[in-house]
């Protein structure tokens, strides 16, 4: 098997199973409870946020535990929207954004609030400049993820840091799913004031995450109950799946550190082969992200192109599910007004430390075949 969909989702690692499955078994006590085995639960998940601080250079009291990247988007926005709608109701985003950012602010809009969507470069790349000309007196919140889900496209998330910095009333939240374990990105330096992180996509497990808040900014929670993380997110702690996202994160920074030479390696080998196939399109830019790949085969649907490769026990994405009824239409891709031939062939390869070389070639060769005789077919399988 050859696994190249690790930006839908990671295998989580061994260790990490490990963790959720002992901290199961030994520290499976409420950690409100008054006894000592809701004590013991509530020291361990004290030191789990103070590790997971530490690895992000940030306060353990900023931490705020979620499910993941969904939930940690929502809560960031709309929790920034509902609590300081008082002092404006226009928020910043771009065009190409993760859907859990996208459709949280066309809820907003849904309840009075006005967004500006900030256009893109032909590889979705933001310009601050753009950013810093939509900032109104009644903005309250800028959102920009670090890495394109799609594109692989690495935001230029420090000078926007620094804009918004410039508007003591304005909030910045980054969306940093993509972004975790593969570049660089110094949340105090950057000047981010909300920072979404999910445990799946580090080889960690679904249903966990993280969202840093900043100490002293208030948001206005999706859940209400028993007044759990800070008042902001109430509900019984999963105290496993806190502890094996902390393991997770510890794991990939790790990675990052020693490892990420041999990832960027293989994604450019895998992008020089790529450019020796006549009849694709490469639509992701070689200074992004080292670990997604977005080509186009225009005239092939992806999903047919996605079950020829899965055949052979070769696995990438799409940017989401087809339809049967219209073209399966990449709004990432069409926001960088690529052709429609591009937009509607597009598909995703993502990279893992765990991945090699030799896989590369093994993919190409078989991506190779399947392309022409899909192009034979014209399209069809």
Do not use: W
């Not at 895998?270 to 992004?288: Q, Y």
Request: aromatic share 6%; with cysteine.
């Amino acid at each position: 098997m050859i696994y190249f969909d690790n930006s839908a989702t990671t295998l989580p690692l061994p260790e990490v199973l490990e963790t959720y499955h002992k901290v199961n078994e030994q520290f499976f006590a409420n950690p409100s409870s008054l006894h000592h085995l809701g004590s013991n639960a509530e020291r361990l998940m004290d030191r789990t946020r103070q590790s997971i601080a530490q690895q992000l250079e940030v306060e353990s009291g900023e931490i705020v535990f979620t499910s993941g990247g969904t939930e940690g988007n929502n809560l960031a926005i709309k929790g920034i929207a509902l609590e300081h709608q008082s002092r404006g109701k226009h928020m910043i985003t771009s065009q190409t954004e993760h859907p859990s950012v996208l459709e949280a602010f066309r809820g907003l809009e849904q309840l009075g609030f006005e967004i500006t969507y900030v256009n893109v470069d032909d590889k979705g790349k933001v310009n601050p400049a753009d950013i810093k000309r939509y900032i109104r007196y009644d903005t309250i919140l800028i959102s920009i993820m670090s890495v394109n889900n799609e594109l692989g496209t690495i935001q230029p998330i420090e000078e926007i840091g620094q804009i918004a910095s410039q508007y003591p009333k304005l909030y910045f939240h980054v969306d940093h799913v993509q972004g975790i374990g593969k570049i660089p990105l110094s949340l105090k330096r950057a000047k981010v004031d909300l920072c979404t992180l999910s445990g799946h996509k580090i080889h960690g497990l679904k249903g966990t995450g993280v969202l840093m808040v900043r100490q002293g900014i208030r948001i206005f929670p999706l859940f209400h109950g028993g007044g759990h993380e800070g008042n902001k997110r109430s509900g019984t702690e999963n105290l496993p799946g806190m502890v094996a996202f902390a393991k997770a994160l510890r794991l990939i920074k790790e990675k990052e550190s020693n490892h990420m030479g041999g990832l960027k390696s293989i994604y450019h080998y895998f992008i020089e082969k790529l450019r020796d196939i006549d009849e694709i399109v490469i639509n992701s830019s070689p200074e992004g992200a080292p670990h997604i790949i977005n080509v186009s085969v225009p005239g092939v649907k992806p999903e047919v192109m996605i079950h020829v490769l899965a055949d052979k026990e070769i696995f990438i994405s799409s940017k989401s599910a087809c339809s049967s009824k219209q073209p399966d239409v990449s709004s990432v891709l069409k926001a960088c007004k690529l052709e429609q031939s591009v937009t509607t062939s597009a598909l995703r390869i993502s990279l893992s430390y765990q991945n090699t070389q030799v896989e590369v070639d093994q993919f190409i060769n078989e991506f190779i075949k399947a392309v022409r005789y899909l192009k034979d077919k014209k399209g069809r399988y």
